[in-house]
């Protein structure tokens, strides 16, 4: 059965070292610290992983998240996967719960997540099923 979260979260934004990419080529590393509210009553961590083009506006980021708390009253952790393309302005997310990552009351649980900021406010909206046979 699908079913549907959404709600606002918190998030602080922290520098990593860089990553090396060679030739003296460094990728940004940051690491954000998430609270969500809402059916989804959790806290996370991301590790990402971006850069930048020379053309303005075209740049990407991958990251691995970690979401622990309660997701309409179950409680347990999951990661979720990022994907984020900038193509000369226009952005694309992917991201997605990892398969058999769920834990605890969470384990068997599938989805996709959408992120949108408004007026400088994050939200997030969790299309989710949970299969408790995975």
Do not use: W
């Amino acid at each position: 059965m699908s079913r549907q979260v959404k709600g606002e979260f918190d998030v602080k934004r922290s520098m990593e070292p860089s990553c090396d990419m060679g030739d003296e080529v460094q990728a940004g590393h940051f690491r954000f610290d998430k609270r969500f509210h809402g059916d989804l009553d959790a806290v996370s961590v991301v590790h990402m992983l971006a850069v930048m083009t020379d053309v303005e506006g075209s740049a990407a980021y991958v990251a691995i998240e970690r979401i622990a708390g309660r997701l309409h009253g179950r409680t347990g952790t999951f990661f979720a996967q990022h994907s984020g393309i900038m193509d000369r302005g226009t952005p694309t997310l992917s991201l997605t719960v990892v398969p058999d990552s769920g834990t605890d009351g969470l384990a068997g649980l599938s989805g996709r997540m959408a992120i949108d900021i408004v007026d400088g406010k994050h939200y997030y909206t969790l299309d989710y099923s949970l299969d408790p046979d995975r």
